[in-house]
């Protein structure tokens, strides 16, 4: 852990673990709160847009409504996973997997891989290919 002034921030390595051990519980909106900067940004690949969602999201309140607005369009959950996490320098990366049903939709799996940016102690810019 790495002290800045008076505060206590967690290294890479720290965060990744965190992360990790939240994602096992499955503990999703525990990671934005503690984990995530003020101002975020999120990165979808351009394929998304035709799914509704759109390529860059900025800030943690856009974030969050984001996450609220996906959970809203599953109607069960069947099981998901992430992989421990590989550490690269002030980045992280994990893969993430989920085997949903969406409302109106087939039960599908789906499965992608998440690159982290960690500075100051949060996560600054998470990035999504799939």
């Known amino acids: 852990m790495v002290i800045w002034g ?34 975020i940004v999120c990165k979808e690949p351009e394929h998304a847009i035709a799914m509704g969602i759109s390529t860059i999201t900025v800030g943690l309140e856009a974030v969050k409504a984001k996450a609220k607005a996906r959970a809203a369009m599953v109607a069960e959950i069947h099981g998901d996973y992430c992989s421990e996490p590989l550490i690269a320098g002030h980045f992280f990366s994990v893969v993430l997997g989920r085997d949903l049903t969406l409302k109106g939709k087939p039960r599908m799996s789906l499965q992608e891989i998440g690159v982290f940016e960690v500075k100051d102690g949060k996560i600054v810019t998470e990035q999504f290919f799939y």
């Open 6 to 39: 008076n505060e206590k921030m967690m290294t890479t390595p720290e965060l990744a673990s965190r992360y990790y051990a939240l994602m096992l519980e499955n503990k999703r909106a525990q990671i934005v709160d503690e984990l995530y900067a003020q101002d």
